[in-house]
């Protein structure tokens, strides 16, 4: 059974930092790539970073060279350092783990930039 647990949302300002974290249960992080989603409200749920079980990474263009995804397979955790923040940013962030073409969610936590 994975579970799936986001926390560090919140509110803060155009050009402030959050760091998001996602904590798993299981016994499959170690093999599992980690991503992390958002869903403004009106749009679909897109992708923003993710990181392979070898540690490579990806990100949509919008947050590349501001945000920057990371794991601890010792924690069975992953974040997100969100750097630079900007009003078209607020979503609701969901964390996912995929392994073995099966994704797993968690139930998401609010970002909200202010201008």
């Known amino acids: 059974q994975v579970q799936l647990v986001e926390s560090g949302g919140g509110l803060v300002q155009a050009g402030g930092s959050l760091r998001l974290s996602c904590a798993a249960s299981g016994s499959i992080f170690r093999i599992a790539d980690m991503g992390w989603y958002r869903q403004a409200p009106g749009n679909q749920r897109e992708l923003v970073a993710r990181i392979t079980s070898g540690g490579s990474t990806d990100y949509e263009d919008s947050v590349k060279g501001r945000f920057t995804i990371s794991r601890d397979n010792a924690k069975k955790a992953v974040y997100l350092q969100m750097n630079g923040l900007k009003p078209e940013d607020t979503a609701v962030y969901y964390c996912?783990?995929?392994?073995?073409?099966?994704?797993?969610w968690g139930k998401g936590t609010l970002v909200t930039v202010s201008s």
């Open positions: 996912n783990l995929n392994v073995l073409r099966v994704d797993y």
